[in-house]
T-cell receptor, first 114, second 111 residues
Framework: ETGVTQSPTHLIKTRGQQVTLRCSSQSGHNTVSWYQQALGQGPQFIFQYYREEENGRGNFPPRFSGLQFPNYSSELNVNALELDDSALYLC?????????????FGPGTRLTVT | SQQGEEDPQALSIQEGENATMNCSYKTSINNLQWYRQNSGRGLVHLILIRSNEREKHSGRLRVTLDTSKKSSSLLITASRAADTASYFCATRRGNNNDMRFGAGTRLTVKP
C-alpha cells in the first residue's frame, strides 16, 4: 500500500451535476497527477500540480479543473458531468527528479454518472 | 490518446510458467515504466528503465528496452497465482509531465 489516499471510494452522480474528488499525497511528495481510467483501458493523464500550480495538462476540457493545497493534497473538480465521465479517477504523487520519477498511486475513486 | 500498446491483451498461464508481455510506443521517450493493477484498484510501480538502458532486473522481473524498435518487454519468471493482475507500460517524453499508458495486458495465473 502506498501512502496516497483518495476520497470518496465510490460516488454516484447525475448528468449535469458537479463533483469534487480528493487526494492526499505521500508524505514529502510535492507533485500530484490525476488520471482518468475508463473500464478496460489504461489511465489517461488529466493534469499535474506542482507546488500549487498546474504543471501540465492532458487532452481534457476546461470543465475538469484542480487545486493543490500548501500541504500538497489536491482536488479534482468536474463540472457539468457527462455519462462518459464515468470512470476510475486515480491520483498519483511523486517527487520529480530530473524528469525520471516513480509515481505512487492512490486506490482511486469510482465515479458513476447516470 | 494513449502512447503505448501492450501485447497480448490477455494472457493465461499455469503457475510456475514464465509470462512475457510486450509494449510498443510511437515517439521518442525519456524512460519507460511498468505498472501493475489489481482489480481496478490503484497502480503499483514495478520497474523503470531509462532510454539509455537495454535491460533491467528486479526480483522475478526482467525488462528490456529496444529504442530502435520502440518496444519493451516485461518477463515475469516462475509466475504465481498472486501475479494475476493487469500490467501497463507507461512512457514519458523529455520533460513532459504527462505519462502515457497503454491499454494493458490482463494476466491470469492459474494455480
Amino acid at each position: 500500500e502506498t501512502g496516497v489516499t483518495q476520497s470518496p471510494t465510490h460516488l454516484i452522480k447525475t448528468r449535469g451535476q458537479q463533483v469534487t474528488l480528493r487526494c492526499s499525497s505521500q508524505s514529502g511528495h510535492n507533485t500530484v497527477s490525476w488520471y482518468q481510467q475508463a473500464l478496460g483501458q489504461g489511465p489517461q493523464f488529466i493534469f499535474q500540480y506542482y507546488r500549487e500550480e498546474e504543471n501540465g495538462r492532458g487532452n481534457f476540457p476546461p470543465r475538469f479543473s484542480g487545486l493543490q493545497f500548501p500541504n500538497y493534497s489536491s482536488e479534482l473538480n468536474v463540472n457539468a458531468l457527462e455519462l462518459d465521465d464515468s470512470a476510475l479517477y486515480l491520483c498519483a504523487s511523486s517527487l520529480p527528479h530530473g524528469g525520471s520519477y516513480e509515481q505512487y498511486f492512490g486506490p482511486g475513486t469510482r465515479l458513476t454518472v447516470t | 490518446s494513449q502512447q503505448g500498446e501492450e501485447d497480448p491483451q490477455a494472457l493465461s498461464i499455469q503457475e510456475g510458467e514464465n509470462a512475457t508481455m510486450n509494449c510498443s510506443y510511437k515517439t521518442s521517450i525519456n524512460n519507460l515504466q511498468w505498472y501493475r493493477q489489481n482489480s481496478g484498484r490503484g497502480l503499483v510501480h514495478l520497474i523503470l528503465i531509462r532510454s539509455n538502458e537495454r535491460e533491467k532486473h528486479s526480483g522475478r522481473l526482467r525488462v528490456t528496452l529496444d529504442t530502435s524498435k520502440k518496444s519493451s518487454s516485461l518477463l515475469i519468471t516462475a509466475s504465481r497465482a498472486a501475479d494475476t493482475a493487469s500490467y501497463f507500460c507507461a512512457t514519458r517524453r523529455g520533460n513532459n509531465n504527462d505519462m502515457r499508458f497503454g491499454a494493458g495486458t490482463r494476466l491470469t495465473v492459474k494455480p
